[in-house]
């Protein structure tokens, strides 16, 4: 949905932007030190030592600055988008509601922070406050506004319609590779939803024993990186889309996480988790009508077992017999985007576009492999559209044997078996993800072809795996 707006003076920081170099988040993590402001401070330095306190994880401590200066400065514009823009971009949407709400005015405060309100109401789903907010938007005739106000329109829409088919989810993140389905949504919701992490390589679960001959353990310093399930927006018939086993579209929104989680697990440098919603009262899979917004995000964090440095969303849509995709890069610890990639693609050129889009996101994250002869080499795969596929029948298989789908959501993989019997000469990784397939396939009683059908790479780990799955 866009930025927070803010204003900063020239000694403060500037506003948030897509940075020219990639992101770099600190070893220690450390947080900036909250200092409080001097008796009689200005105005700017109350509002920095606020903001170094948001920084730092301290909301008490910013509102305890804040309280006092609204009541002093609450009309000026600098004020209310300064603390608007600096509550969002913390992750504290809620908080924009209860402080800026009950004093902004459109025509004296202008558009900025309406603008920030504007995401609050859509971030905590308050759909009849932001309709009339964005009516007021409107009102104002900015030009330039016109572009961003209907983009707003758009995803208010969106949410009208999910809310309409009783789809917010509650996001609930439990463990996929310890204690996957068990978690309890901390507020009730028409439909609940789970999200399921997978914290390695989906082909490796069942080769533990093999685990650190494939990829070698890590050291604690490391970034912690989270790939989302993508959103779905524009998808009206959303309960019965979920109901139904999995289509293409949907397998993608899920693989594609999975795809950048796996690749992001052969770099000494990250530590990365996908994740994937879940139904929990049906068995089935997920599906979200909008894009994740900034209390998705923070619940996310706050939930997960490790801090997270960065958090990857998006979205993937159909247009015109083409599929396109967005993807966004959020730095945590300041809930801020710093960057987005697009691309979009149709039969003829998806292996190219999606292995570009991989190599593009490998570059930004400054991503690099294990030294040679640690673990297995990473190769990226030949066909990533087949590679896509392997890995969305893997994680069905794997849900299904654990219990969290129904049975007919499960058996229709079994038509993905036979390419993903091709791919396995491809690499090591492409070998290692048959067998698992395979192994599950078996115990499920799923149709599937017999190892000595699909060529598999003559290495030591693979024979190992050979072994150990039998």
């Given at each position: 949905m866009g930025f927070f707006d803010r204003f900063r003076s020239p000694k403060a920081e500037s506003s948030p932007a897509t940075p020219a170099s990639p992101p770099a988040p600190t070893d220690d993590g450390?947080?900036?030190?909250?200092?409080?402001?001097?008796?009689?401070?200005?105005?700017?330095?109350?509002?920095?030592?606020?903001?170094?306190?948001?920084?730092?994880?301290?909301?008490p401590g910013a509102l305890a600055l804040y309280e006092p200066l609204l009541a002093s400065a609450g009309d000026r514009a600098d004020v209310l988008v300064t603390i608007s823009g600096d509550l969002g971009s913390t992750g504290h949407v809620a908080t924009i509601v209860e402080l800026i709400a009950p004093r902004y005015d459109a025509e004296r405060h202008g558009p900025a922070t309406g603008l920030n309100l504007l995401q609050a109401y859509l971030a905590t789903r308050n759909t009849t406050a932001a309709q009339h907010l964005l009516d007021i938007l409107f009102g104002l005739q900015r030009p330039e506004l016109e572009e961003r106000l209907h983009g707003f329109s758009n995803a208010l829409a969106d949410l009208i319609e999910a809310e309409n088919q009783g789809v917010i989810p509650a996001a609930v993140p439990t463990d996929a590779g310890s204690a996957a389905g068990t978690a309890t949504p901390a507020a009730p919701a028409a439909s609940r939803i789970n999200l399921v992490t997978i914290s390695r390589p989906i082909w490796i679960y069942g080769l533990e024993p093999i685990g650190e001959q494939v990829i070698p353990a890590k050291s604690d310093r490391v970034r912690r990186v989270a790939f989302a399930q993508l959103a779905q927006p524009g998808v009206t018939d959303v309960l019965e889309r979920t109901r139904a086993p999995e289509d293409d579209l949907g397998r993608l929104s899920r693989a594609l996480p999975l795809w950048l989680a796996e690749t992001f697990s052969f770099s000494p440098l990250y530590a990365p988790i996908a994740t994937v919603g879940l139904v929990d009262e049906g068995k089935h899979y997920a599906l979200f009508p909008g894009e994740w917004s900034t209390d998705n995000l923070r619940q996310l964090a706050e939930t997960h077992s490790q801090p997270l440095d960065y958090i990857f969303t998006g979205a993937v849509r159909r247009i015109a017999g083409d599929t396109e995709i967005i993807l966004r890069v959020w730095e945590v610890r300041k809930f801020r985007e710093r960057k987005q990639f697009t691309a979009r693609w149709n039969p003829a050129n998806a292996d190219a576009i999606l292995a570009g889009l991989q190599e593009q996101i490998r570059q930004f994250m400054e991503w690099r492999p294990f030294p040679e002869g640690q673990g297995i080499a990473y190769t990226p795969p030949h066909s990533p559209i087949a590679w896509l596929e392997v890995l969305a029948a893997s994680l069905t298989c794997f849900l299904g044997e654990k219990g969290l789908l129904q049975p007919d959501h499960?058996?229709?993989?079994?038509?993905?078996?036979?390419?993903?019997?091709?791919?396995?000469?491809?690499?090591?990784?492409?070998?290692?993800?048959?067998?698992?397939?395979?192994?599950?396939?078996?115990?499920?009683?799923?149709?599937?072809?017999?190892?000595?059908?699909?060529?598999?790479?003559?290495?030591?780990?693979?024979?190992a795996a050979r072994a150990l799955l039998g």
């Open positions: 450390a947080a900036a030190p909250s200092v409080a402001p001097a008796r009689g401070s200005s105005v700017a330095a109350i509002l920095v030592s606020a903001r170094e306190r948001l920084d730092a994880r301290d909301l499960v058996a229709p993989t079994a038509s993905l078996f036979p390419a993903a019997a091709q791919t396995a000469l491809a690499s090591e990784s492409a070998s290692l993800a048959w067998l698992t397939l395979q192994d599950r396939a078996r115990r499920l009683n799923l149709g599937h072809s017999d190892s000595g059908d699909a060529l598999l790479v003559d290495s030591p780990v693979v024979g």
